[in-house]
C-alpha cells in the first residue's frame, strides 16, 4: 500500500521509500523515514498530496507519494 | 578502537588541530532552515549595517554585517544560505556545507547561531544535530516560539538547552524581543573560545559514525538522527491534546483544490502581473515626464553658456540614460514588494504546488511560472524574479529563456508595424507574435535541456509549505532594497553608459559630405547611420536589408520603447501620435520594405517583427542577467538570442515569400 491512493484524513506509517537513492535521502533529511507517521491533509489542485508529518506540511507529487509504502496507523498517536 | 567507517560528514583529510581564524572581528554564522526566521533574526540584528555580496571566492550571494553582541568589539554576522541538511544538494548549500564541516575552511565560523523553529522543532533538530557532528561551536536561537503557543505546542527552552549541551534562547526578531539575551550568550560563548583556543570539541554526537554499516550509510545515518531528534522530543516538547487541523490546513483544503486551486493561483498571479504593468505605469510615465521636462529643462539652461556637443552629451546621453534607469526603478520596486509578500505569507510555496504539474509537463520547476507570467510584462523584474528559485542551474535554464517571454514594450512595435501593413488584420499578426513567444520559450526550454542542461532531471516535488502569515512592513521593506540596491549598483551603470555611447554615435558625423559639426548632425550621416548601413546586408536573407530597420533594431538593443522613436527619426517623420494612423511614416515603410524584400514586403514585416520578438530584449536585461548569471551565461545566452532571431527571421522570409 503507498500514500498515493489515501484519502484526506488518513493517518499512515511509513515502512520504506522506493525512490532513487538521492531522493529517498533528502526525504529522509525532511523526517520522511522508516516509522515516521504522516497524515493526509488535502490533494492538490493537479495532483500531489498535502501532508503532515509532525509539525510540518510538506507537498509531494503523485510520483513520490507513490514511492512510499505505508501501513494504516490509528489516528490518535502522535509521531 | 578505531572505526574503519568512512564518516560521511567529516572531511577525507584529517581535521588539522587549530582552526583557521580571520584577522580582526571574529565571524559568526547564522545557520538554519529556510523558512524559520532567519533572515529576519539576522535584519533585527544587523540593522543598517549590512551588505549583501559574493562569498569570496564563491558565486554564492551571502549577506554580512556587523553585529555587537554585548560589551566588546563587533562580530562579522554572515547570514549563510538556509538548508535542511549539511548533505549539498546546490552551490548554496555546499558553502554552508563547507564552512562548517572543513575546519580549514577559509572564513570558517568562530560561532554558529542555529535557527530552531519551536512550531516545527523535529526538522530543525535534525539540522541541529548535524551542525552538532561537526564539533562548530553554537548557540541555538529558538524561534516561533509565538506560533507554536498558538498552535498548543510548548517547548522547554531549558531542557532542550540541557539535551543538547548548548545554550537555547528563544527570540521573536519581529519584536526584537529575546536579542540581547542572544547577543549576552554568544558573547560568552566567543569568550570561552578565545581561553580554549587550540583545543578542538571533537564531534558532539557522531551518527554518522553510530550507525550499522549498510549499502546506504548516509540513509542510516538520517534515519539514527531522527531517532535522537524523537528522543529529545519527548522530552522538551509538549502538545496540548486535541490539535486537529490547523488554521492554515484549513485554508490550504481550499486554496490547493481542485476547485478553487487554479482559479486562486490565477487571481493572484493577475494580481502581480496587473501590478506590475498598470499600476507601475504612471509612476514610471510620472518619473519619466519629471526627468525629461523640469530636469532636462534646468540642465539645459544651466548649461545655456556652454557648447552644443557638451550640453547635447549631458542632456541628451548622460540625462537620458539616467531617467531611462530611474523608470525601471518603480517597477523593480513592485515587483520586489510582491516577491517578499508572496514569500512572506506563504502563498508562493502553494502556487507552486499548484502548477507544479503543468510546469513539469513543460520540463520546467514549478516556481518558474512567476517570472515567466511577469516577463509578458517586462523582463527586468522577471529577472530579478528568478532567486525563487532554489537550484541556480534551475535559475541559469529559467533566466535563458525570459528573453523569449514578449514583454509589453515589444507590443508597441508591433502595433505600429501591423497596422501599417496588415490593416484589419493587425490583431491576428499581433496574437501570433504572443503566440510564437510561448513556442520560443517552451522549445527554447525544451533545446536547452537536452544540450547544456542535461543534468537537470524532473526532480520530485517535496515542498516544505510554511504556515500563512501576515508579512511584516519591516521584513518586506527590508528584503525590497535589499535586492533594489543590488539593482541599481549592477545595471545602473551599464544602462547609463549604453544611452550614452548611442547618443554620441549618433551625435559624431560621418564624411565631408555631411557639411555638419558634431551634435548637429542628421542620424543618416552620423556614425550611428553608417554602422546600421554596414549591419544592414546582414538581413539580406530575412529581406529586411535596409538601414532604417537596421538602425531600429540598433536602438531597440538599447530599449524596445526607443524603437518607434528611431524608425520616426531615421525617415525625419514625426513619431505617429497614434499607431493606427501612421500617416507618411506609414508610406515611407511600406516603400522600405517594398524594395529591400524584392516586392515581398509582407513576409519581411513579419521577418523584421520575429527577429524584434527573439533577439535580446534591451540593456537593462543584459544587466540584470549579468547580476543574476554572471557574464559567461550572459554573453552566451545574448549569442544564442541572436541566432535564434537570425535563423528564425530568415525561415519566415524565405518561406512566406513563396507565398506572398
Not at chain 2, 573560545?193 to 549499502?215: K, N, S
Request: with cysteine.
Amino acid at each position: 500500500m503507498t500514500l498515493r491512493g489515501c484519502a484526506p484524513g488518513t493517518h499512515a506509517r511509513i515502512q520504506r521509500i522506493t525512490t532513487d537513492a538521492q531522493d529517498r535521502l533528502r526525504l529522509a533529511e525532511l523526517g520522511f523515514v522508516r516509522g515516521a507517521e504522516v497524515r493526509v491533509i488535502g490533494r492538490g489542485a493537479t495532483g500531489g498530496l498535502l501532508l503532515a508529518l509532525g509539525d510540518a506540511r510538506v507537498a509531494v507529487d503523485d510520483a513520490t507519494a507513490h514511492a512510499v509504502d505505508i501501513e494504516p496507523a490509528p489516528a490518535a498517536s502522535h509521531a | 578502537m578505531p572505526d574503519p567507517r568512512t564518516p560521511v560528514l567529516t572531511p577525507a583529510c584529517c581535521p588539522t588541530p587549530e582552526h583557521t581564524r580571520t584577522a580582526g572581528a571574529p565571524v559568526v554564522a547564522l545557520v538554519g532552515n529556510p523558512n524559520v526566521g532567519k533572515s529576519t533574526l539576522f535584519n533585527a540584528l544587523t540593522g543598517a549595517r549590512r551588505h549583501v555580496g559574493n562569498w569570496p571566492g564563491k558565486t554564492v550571494q551571502v549577506a554580512r554585517g556587523t553585529w555587537p553582541p554585548a560589551s566588546g568589539t563587533p562580530v562579522d554576522l554572515a547570514d549563510l544560505p538556509g538548508t535542511y541538511s549539511l548533505v549539498p544538494r546546490s552551490p548554496d548549500e555546499e558553502l554552508t556545507r563547507d564552512l562548517l564541516v572543513d575546519p580549514g575552511a577559509e572564513g570558517r565560523p568562530d560561532l554558529v547561531v542555529v535557527t530552531a523553529d519551536a512550531a516545527n522543532l523535529a526538522r530543525n533538530l535534525y539540522l541541529l544535530a548535524e551542525i552538532l557532528e561537526t564539533g562548530v561551536r553554537c548557540v541555538v536561537a529558538l524561534t516561533m516560539t509565538d506560533v507554536a503557543r498558538a498552535r498548543g505546542i510548548t517547548v522547554d527552552e531549558a531542557s532542550l538547552a540541557r539535551e543538547l549541551g548548548v545554550p537555547v534562547i528563544p527570540v521573536v526578531p519581529r519584536r526584537r524581543q529575546g536579542l540581547d539575551a542572544l547577543a549576552r550568550a554568544v558573547r560568552k560563548e566567543l569568550d570561552h573560545a578565545v581561553r580554549e583556543e587550540g583545543d578542538v570539541r571533537r564531534p558532539a554526537r557522531p551518527f554518522h559514525l553510530a550507525v550499522p554499516q549498510g549499502d546506504d550509510p548516509e540513509l542510516a545515518a538520517a534515519e539514527a538522527r531522527y531517532a535522537w531528534v524523537h528522543e529529545v522530543l519527548a522530552v522538551v516538547r509538549t502538545q496540548r491534546a486535541g490539535a486537529g487541523l490547523t488554521l492554515s490546513d484549513r485554508v490550504d483544503r481550499v486554496l490547493t483544490s481542485r476547485w478553487f486551486g487554479i482559479p486562486a493561483f490565477l487571481a493572484a498571479m493577475w494580481g502581480v502581473f496587473t501590478a506590475t504593468t498598470t499600476l507601475a505605469k504612471p509612476l514610471q510615465d510620472g518619473l519619466g515626464a519629471f526627468v525629461d521636462g523640469p530636469v532636462t529643462d534646468s540642465a539645459t539652461s544651466a548649461l545655456s553658456g556652454a557648447p552644443g556637443w557638451l550640453r547635447g552629451l549631458l542632456v541628451d546621453g548622460l540625462i537620458g540614460g539616467v531617467g531611462q534607469l530611474l523608470t525601471f526603478v518603480p517597477l523593480m520596486v513592485i515587483m520586489f514588494v510582491l516577491l517578499a509578500l508572496l514569500e512572506d505569507s506563504g502563498y508562493m510555496a502553494r502556487a507552486a504546488f499548484v502548477v507544479d504539474r503543468l510546469m513539469r509537463r513543460l520540463g520546467l520547476p514549478g516556481r518558474a511560472f512567476l517570472p515567466i507570467i511577469v516577463g509578458f510584462g517586462c523582463n527586468v523584474p522577471a529577472l530579478a524574479g528568478l532567486r525563487i528559485l532554489g537550484n541556480r542551474r534551475q535559475r541559469l535554464l529559467v533566466g535563458m529563456i525570459i528573453p523569449y517571454v514578449s514583454c509589453s514594450a515589444r507590443l508597441t512595435v508591433y502595433v505600429l508595424f501591423a497596422a501599417v501593413f496588415f490593416g484589419s488584420t493587425a490583431g491576428t499578426v499581433v496574437f501570433a507574435m504572443y503566440l510564437l513567444s510561448v513556442l520560443l520559450v517552451v522549445g527554447i526550454g525544451m533545446l536547452l535541456r537536452k544540450t547544456l542542461f542535461r543534468e537537470l532531471r524532473g526532480e520530485a516535488l517535496v515542498l516544505e509549505l510554511p504556515p500563512y502569515r501576515l508579512p511584516t512592513l519591516r521584513v518586506v521593506g527590508a528584503q525590497t532594497w535589499q535586492k533594489l540596491a543590488g539593482f541599481l549598483r549592477t545595471a545602473a551603470g551599464v544602462i547609463v553608459a549604453t544611452v550614452t555611447a548611442v547618443w554620441l554615435l549618433s551625435a559624431i558625423p560621418l564624411g565631408a559630405a555631411s557639411g555638419t559639426s558634431f551634435g548637429e548632425t542628421p542620424i543618416e550621416h552620423s556614425v550611428f547611420g553608417a554602422l546600421s548601413r554596414a549591419a544592414a546586408p546582414a538581413f539580406a536573407p530575412a529581406g529586411f536589408d535596409d538601414w532604417h530597420a537596421a538602425a531600429a533594431l540598433g536602438t531597440g538593443f538599447v530599449a524596445k520603447e526607443a524603437v518607434v522613436a528611431t524608425v520616426a527619426q531615421t525617415y525625419s517623420a514625426d513619431e505617429p501620435d497614434h499607431p493606427d494612423h501612421a500617416g507618411e511614416l506609414g508610406t515611407r515603410l511600406h516603400e522600405t520594405f517594398e524594395r529591400s524584400s524584392g516586392g515581398h514586403p509582407l513576409p519581411a514585416v513579419l521577418a523584421f517583427l520575429v527577429f524584434l520578438l527573439a533577439y535580446t530584449p534591451c540593456m537593462a536585461t543584459i544587466a540584470t542577467q549579468w547580476q543574476e548569471m554572471g557574464g559567461r551565461m550572459t554573453l552566451l545566452s545574448t549569442g544564442i538570442q541572436l541566432t535564434v532571431a537570425w535563423l528564425l527571421a530568415v525561415a519566415v522570409f524565405q518561406i512566406g515569400s513563396l507565398w506572398w
